[in-house]
């Protein structure tokens, strides 16, 4: 018999069917003891007087009948198992008392003995792990009370508190109701929201096992800031392995960070104050020893670090003379305790230094004796008179070579001198500064006059940039500098400076900031246009093989329609491409007045009738070498442009002619410009003009003073870069209420060489079979290009995958005759699928892909000649395989066995 019996009431009105339960449960010796009563007020009053482990109810009695049974039973022992004992086989009946907590539901017919039992057993070992389960969440739940630190697990969906303990509202004083409902973002300082974030996603991403430390500040309920130093692990995992829950333990830091906070800027007070003092500043020993140096001693010994002088000998550095009186200075120092004297050190390179030290006897935290030092370096200050003159005459020689004029103004007397320089830089000026403000530019003027005054109320010097105007408006940027000079009495007496012109350094400088720019802006251009390449590549490809389909008349109409505004964004692509990058394109021998006649033919419907045209073309004009589509390009923006500016009508103006620059006049035309033979294009027109304070902003990018529905402001940005990507420059000259006038100069290519590009037979014969593996990340191009490749007769592969791309290749290299890649692709990019296609098969047969004109990925997949197709023979449909084989066998004899030849590059125009 068991050690010990379970106590089992059966509430069964029937008795046959009490005694077959009990038959069925067991003999005398059984493990279960079990009482029966017939009616359910009788089970009740039994319940309160005897401890039963379990209740076999029958839910049809003659007190009580149906789920209120269960429900009635439930409510004196809410913990107590019930397993229902019923001959109704009702699943709804059934469905809602197993909802209500029964622990099973068995049919009287139906039961047998091992069920019974087996029934008996997992009610009563499922309630014993229920209650075991509920007290030691009890006790962990108490264990975490008891710690000083939050904790709290955190949903990794949601990231809500799934659990937070008390702590958490004693130091951040919310409620930790109102804790649980919320997530540990909606308190996370804005500075912090990110990393901490971060950290939660990787520990999430990750799902190891390693636990994730950060500091943050969270708001408390006082609405300060507490630093938390935390730990976050993953605490629980669903089923299949993944992260379901976050362990978030952290404790209280703010008064160890606040400390460490005030001690670090009290440490960079401190040592701002030492090493921004213009002092040496030092400790050594007794013995001449080094124990601490600031950084201003590195000027003077020539070492790198502080670090590499610490444990050397001061004497190591004094002059060798001086080297005797060394002791006597240790000695007084330690007599008098002070030391104050000048002292002459030697640096690494062999100068020679003086300082005025004032040194004192101390000691360390160790109570060690050490001498603390404070050195001025007065070097320069002992050779003031013989430097003086020496530095007036070099001043002089200076000015002279970097063409300074001196000016000086006696300020009581109202005299005004300069030299010849200064009158070359400033006119002839009076001591009047009213009268000296009437030349200088309007927005300049208060900020001088401000300047003067200040110099005149304050004594404090002056240097400033600022700009003349001339009789005729012309602008020159001058930089002046000026000093104020007292008497005995400290009474201001004059001011004398130096002046000069900088006006082409700062043409240079705006120069280089334009260029600054657009290398930025381009940097950018060139990322989004890949994206929208790879946007209008599949919808181009599409229409050709749409267009080869059979569609109805509505269809048919659309085609040309959707073919042309994708054609649109491509060329608009092509633009910002242009003034972004400047990329190189096909080019060939251009003649400028063929390209402005077709121009006139072109823009002469769109003209106003208001407005004339004029051409003076020259007869004999030389070539240039250069992209026709880009250099149409420029004529049409430019004539736009002056077309805007004549909303009233007026005269277009266009003349082309024979330009030799030459040494003195391409400095005077553009900084950029090198002499040469150049082609001018001078577009003018009778407009409205440009005012000065814009005409220096009119190429830059996006700068555009029309209506948002007049132009994107990319017209000028655009020509001006194609022309410096020609090799020119472009002038621009303007007067308000006159007109405008644009001169491109292009230059004249002694070499008029064009390489050529790949031929190709837009009707070479279709494909018999051939396979073809094609990678691209893009699954709308892949699909597109497998369906155009299909339809011309080849077998496709596509991949999205470089790395899978590589496997498949190995596995089927003599089936493979082609292989058609992307340049940008994720984890293994195009040149590095193109290395390992190559030492798989050194003759390897590839077709690159770039979205991006000049991508240097292309460059760095091959050393040698790379041959193109034109880019419209992708998106269209038009190169076949015979192309790819045709245009690689090109190659093949240039090569001469060299296997880094061997892929063309298919630029796409999408």
């Not at 400390?259 to 921004?276: M, P």
């Not at 001025?376 to 050779?383: C, I």
């Not at 003159?389 to 005004?416: M, N, T, V």
């Amino acid at each position: 018999m068991p050690d010990h019996s379970t106590n089992i009431l059966i509430v069964e009105d029937d008795p046959l069917h009490a005694d077959m339960l009990l038959g069925l449960i067991g003999s005398e010796k059984s493990e279960f003891n079990c009482q029966v009563v017939a009616s359910l007020e009788a089970a009740i009053h039994s319940l309160d007087s005897e401890d039963y482990e379990l209740v076999i109810l029958d839910l049809a009695l003659t007190d009580s009948d149906g789920i209120e049974s269960l429900i009635r039973l439930q409510t004196g022992r809410p913990k107590l198992p019930i397993i229902i004992l019923t001959a109704s086989k009702d699943e709804n009946l059934a469905m809602k008392a197993l909802q209500l907590g029964a622990q099973d539901y068995l049919i009287k017919w139906e039961v047998d003995q091992r069920l019974l039992q087996r029934s008996i057993r997992y009610a009563l070992d499922r309630n014993r792990f229920l209650i075991e389960r509920k007290n030691q969440e009890t006790s962990i739940r108490k264990i975490t009370e008891m710690l000083p630190e939050i904790l709290a697990l955190i949903d990794v969906k949601t990231f809500e508190f799934s659990f937070i303990n008390d702590q958490a509202e004693k130091i951040l004083g919310y409620p930790t109701v109102g804790l649980k409902r919320s997530t540990l973002s909606e308190f996370i300082h804005p500075d912090d929201l990110e990393k901490v974030i971060d950290s939660f996603r990787d520990c999430v991403d990750q799902a190891d096992e390693n636990a994730r430390e950060l500091e943050f500040r969270v708001k408390n309920l006082d609405g300060e800031w507490n630093w938390l130093d935390s730990r976050i692990i993953v605490y629980n995992r669903h089923t299949d392995g993944s992260p379901q829950n976050l362990l978030f333990v952290a404790h209280d830091a703010t008064n160890r960070k606040r400390a460490e906070i005030e001690l670090t800027k009290s440490e960079a007070r401190y040592s701002d104050l030492i090493e921004n003092s213009g002092l040496f500043v030092g400790t050594h020993d007794i013995n001449g020893r080094i124990l601490s140096i600031n950084k201003k001693a590195l000027e003077y010994v020539g070492v790198d670090n502080t670090d590499e002088l610490i444990g050397q000998n001061v004497k190591d550095y004094i002059l060798p003379y001086l080297l005797p009186q060394f002791k006597d200075y240790l000695h007084e120092v330690l007599l008098t305790q002070k030391f104050e004297g000048l002292c002459a050190f030697h640096s690494i390179k062999g100068d020679k230094v003086v300082f005025d030290i004032t040194n004192s006897l101390g000691t360390d935290i160790n109570g060690d004796l050490i001498i603390r030092c404070i050195g001025r370096d007065v070097t320069e200050h002992l050779k003031t008179e013989r430097a003086l003159r020496e530095s007036e005459e070099r001043l002089r020689l200076s000015l002279q070579a970097a063409h300074f004029g001196i000016w000086e103004w006696q300020i009581e007397k109202g005299i005004y001198t300069q030299d010849d320089t200064a009158r070359e830089v400033l006119g002839d000026q009076t001591g009047s500064l009213k009268q000296f403000l009437k030349i200088v530019h309007p927005e300049d003027s208060e900020r001088l006059k401000s300047k003067v005054e200040l110099a005149l109320n304050s004594g404090l010097n002056y240097s400033l940039d600022f700009r003349l105007l001339d009789s005729k408006g012309n602008i020159k940027w001058v930089e002046a500098h000026a000093r104020v000079v007292s008497n005995h009495e400290q009474t201001l007496t004059k001011l004398i400076g130096v002046v000069r012109d900088i006006t082409e350094i700062k043409l240079l400088e705006m120069e280089r900031y334009r260029t600054s720019r657009l290398e930025s802006i381009g940097s950018l251009v060139s990322g989004i246009s890949h994206d929208l390449n790879n946007i209008f590549t599949p919808i181009l490809m599409g229409i050709s093989t749409l267009k080869k389909s059979s569609l109805d008349e509505n269809a048919e109409r659309w085609i040309p329609v959707i073919q042309k505004s994708a054609e649109r964004g491509r060329d608009l692509i092509e633009q910002m491409l242009t003034f972004g990058k400047g990329y190189e394109v096909d080019r060939e021998t251009i003649n400028i007045n063929s390209l402005v006649k077709d121009l006139l033919i072109i823009i002469g419907e769109t003209l106003p009738k208001d407005i004339e045209v004029e051409l003076h073309l020259e007869q004999n004009l030389w070539d240039i070498v250069g992209n026709q589509t880009q250099i149409h390009q420029v004529l049409l923006n430019l004539c736009i442009n002056s077309k805007d500016a004549m909303p009233k009508g007026g005269k277009l103006t266009i003349s082309t002619e024979n330009l030799l620059i030459d040494e003195d006049n391409s400095k005077i035309l553009n900084t950029a410009a090198k002499p040469g033979r150049y082609v001018g294009i001078t577009i003018t027109d009778t407009g409205l003009g440009i005012p000065p304070n814009i005409i220096e902003h009119i190429f830059d990018p996006y700068f555009t003073t029309k209506k948002n529905s007049q132009g994107t402001g990319l017209g000028l940005s655009t020509s001006r870069t194609i022309v410096i990507t020609h090799g020119g420059f472009i002038n621009v000259s303007s007067q308000v209420g006159r007109g405008t006038k644009f001169i491109a100069h292009l230059p004249v290519l002694e070499s008029n060489k064009v390489k050529p590009g790949v031929s190709f037979n837009k009707n070479a014969e279709k494909g018999h079979g051939e396979l073809i593996l094609m990678i691209d990340d893009e699954r709308d191009i892949c699909d597109v290009a497998k369906h155009c490749l299909e339809s011309n007769g080849y077998r496709v592969i596509i991949m999205q995958n470089g790395i899978e791309a590589i496997k498949i290749y190995e596995e089927r290299r003599d089936e493979i005759q082609v292989v058609i890649t992307d340049l940008m692709m994720p984890e293994v990019d195009g040149p590095g699928i193109i290395r390992k296609l190559r030492q798989i098969n050194p003759g390897v047969k590839i077709v690159a892909i770039s979205g991006i004109r000049g991508n240097e990925k292309v460059q760095r997949s091959r050393p040698g000649r790379i041959q193109y197709l034109p880019p419209e023979t992708v998106h269209r449909g038009e190169a076949t395989f015979d192309t790819f084989l045709s245009a690689q066998s090109d190659e093949e004899d240039v090569r001469s066995g060299q296997t880094d030849d061997s892929f063309i590059r298919v630029e796409r125009r999408d």
